[in-house]
C-alpha cells in the first residue's frame, strides 16, 4: 500500500505560481508512475500531468502544458508540480496519484493522495 500526501496549494492571485508537492510512503517509489489530476467544483476529475518511474516519460493536458512542470526526485520518494501563469480556471483540488503504468486518464492509478486545494483569485 503506497500512501501519498500532498502540500503547497493555497490561495494565488491570477498570474502566480504554485509548486504542489507529493510525498509517497513507498521507499521504492520509482517503481510507479506518478500522475497529477485536479477536481473543479461539479467538474469531473481531468488529467493535469504524469511522469514515469525513471522521469523518462513526461505527458500534460493541453491546458497547461505552456505552464506547468511536473518532476520527480525518487531519492526522496516526491513528486512535484510546479504550475506558472496561474488562471482562476486552474481553481480545484489537486490529486496525486501512482501507479504501474504512466497514463493520462485516473483508471490504471491505484494509489491517490487526498488532495490539496488550489483557488486562483482573479
Do not use: H
Not at 6 to 32: K, N, P
Not at 93 to 118: L, N, R, S
Request: hydrophobic fraction near 35%; glycine fraction near 12%.
Amino acid at each position: 500500500q503506497v500512501q501519498l500526501v500532498e502540500a503547497g496549494g493555497g490561495l494565488v492571485q491570477a498570474g502566480g505560481s504554485l509548486i504542489l508537492s507529493c510525498a509517497a510512503s513507498e521507499r521504492t517509489f520509482s517503481r510507479y508512475a506518478a500522475g497529477w489530476f485536479r477536481q473543479a467544483p461539479g467538474k469531473e476529475r481531468e488529467f493535469v500531468a504524469a511522469i514515469s518511474g525513471g522521469g523518462g516519460r513526461i505527458y500534460y493536458a493541453d491546458s497547461v502544458k505552456d505552464r506547468c512542470t511536473i518532476s520527480r526526485d525518487n531519492a526522496k520518494n516526491t513528486v512535484f508540480l510546479r504550475m506558472n501563469s496561474l488562471k482562476p480556471e486552474d481553481t480545484a483540488v489537486y490529486y496525486c496519484a501512482a501507479g504501474e503504468f504512466i497514463a493520462t486518464t485516473p483508471t490504471p492509478y491505484v494509489y491517490w493522495g487526498q488532495g490539496t486545494q488550489v483557488t486562483v483569485s482573479s
